[in-house]
């Protein structure tokens, strides 16, 4: 059995109740409005200023450092060696293709001139030194001609320091120059390179010569001769035309192998051999001043070229480390903004229901008033 119960009707509702709901309902409406406000205007606000404060932390960065001064002024450098280096190939225009063929002239005389000696010489030093067995320390040539017996020593420098097979650098000596550091250096060369030495040392003769130096000096020349080849991977080579002057143990048969160069007459194996010798000479030195300077300024090139590389390579790093910071920068104050307008909204809200409840408290006492 179902009770005659009456279903409310909306117009049952009490009027008074349903205004205070509808005041409730906006006043909700109204504080998410104020949230929403306030959360975007702080969002937009902090990003913003994140986003400066990132800027100008990354422009100090990149400001501090200073790479794009340093790129350009490596540039300028770059840009000036290259100058000095095109400027240098002009002035030596010819030069190269000239040595070359006063080069080819010479050898081709020199080694007709040494063929009565080129087997001996092939055997006691250009084969030993090819075939990586034990070396002499010094190798002598002699004869009346020191011209002639310099030509042997140019073909055992050109046998093993040119063509496409390269057994042994080259290096040319004065016998006041300092042989001590040289031969250190020449150590030093042979264990970056593995290629053996040859010291060409001009009138060495003079320092094992009782007649031109004192016994210090020749004890000296003797030490350094007696374990050159093992101690310094250096052969050194040197002409005379007085072998018979030379200090006796200095001479001994492990310090120094020799060839006789006596029975070389050049102007009637290669008449106008001094000639092409002298031409050659002379244009050798220019050319060797030439390519020391060139290599100079290519190793320069190199040099500051990959210098600028780096740089430029940490400057883009640089550039990322910067864009990174404006970033975090804007999202960093996006957060802090977004607090910052969420707590203004809610603070806002706040006094407008206090200043509500005062006014309904005012009201009511207005009414007692009235009653």
């Known amino acids: 059995m179902v009770s005659n119960v009456s279903p409310v009707s909306f117009s049952s ?13 906006e006043r909700r409406s109204s504080g998410a409005k104020v949230y929403t406000a306030g959360a975007l205007a702080g969002g937009v606000l902090g990003t913003g200023a994140g986003y ?25 450098e770059l840009e000036k060696n290259n100058e000095t280096l095109k400027n240098l190939n002009a002035r030596n225009a010819g030069l190269e293709k000239g040595y070359y063929k006063s080069a080819e002239e010479y050898f081709s005389r020199m080694i007709k001139l040494v063929e009565p000696k080129r087997q001996e010489i092939t055997e006691l ?41 390269v057994y042994a650098n080259e290096q040319v000596l004065n016998c006041d120059d300092d042989l001590v550091g040289a031969l250190k ?23 094992i010569n009782p007649r031109t130096s004192d016994d210090e000096t020749i004890g000296a020349m003797k030490s350094i001769m007696g374990d050159c080849s093992n101690r310094y991977h250096t052969t050194i080579l040197f002409t005379t035309t007085n072998p018979e002057e030379l200090d006796d143990i200095a001479m001994e048969p492990h310090r120094v192998e020799s060839v006789s160069f006596e029975d070389i007459d050049g102007s009637k194996q290669e008449p106008g051999f001094s000639g092409v010798r002298r031409r050659y000479i002379e244009t050798k030195e220019k050319y060797d001043v030439y390519e020391k300077e060139r290599s100079v300024l290519s190793e320069r090139h190199v040099k500051l070229l990959t210098e600028a590389r780096q740089l430029e390579a940490e400057y883009s790093e640089d550039i990322k480390k910067v864009k ?36 309904g408290i005012q009201a009511g006492k207005k009414k007692e008033v009235e009653k």
């Open 13 to 25: 509702v009490n009027p008074q109740t349903q205004s205070a709901s509808a005041a409730s309902g």
């Open 185 to 207: 250096e020449l150590r030093s060369n042979y264990q970056k390179t593995k290629l053996y030495n040859l010291l060409h040392i001009r009138d060495f003769d003079l320092l």
């Open 52 to 76: 400066l404060t990132g800027k100008v932390r990354g422009d100090s960065f990149i400001k501090s450092k200073d790479l794009e001064g340093k790129i350009l002024k490596l540039c300028e």
């Open 324 to 359: 990174g910071m404006k970033k975090r920068g804007g999202l960093a104050g996006a957060v802090i903004g977004l607090a910052a307008g969420l707590g203004l909204a809610a603070l806002m809200i706040k006094r407008n229901k206090n200043k509500q409840i005062i006014n």
């Open 125 to 165: 030093m250009i084969s030993k030194v090819i075939n990586e067995v034990e070396k002499p320390n010094c190798f002598l040539i002699y004869g009346k001609n020191k011209e002639y017996c310099e030509a042997g020593l140019d073909f055992i420098k050109m046998s093993l320091c040119l063509g496409e097979k």
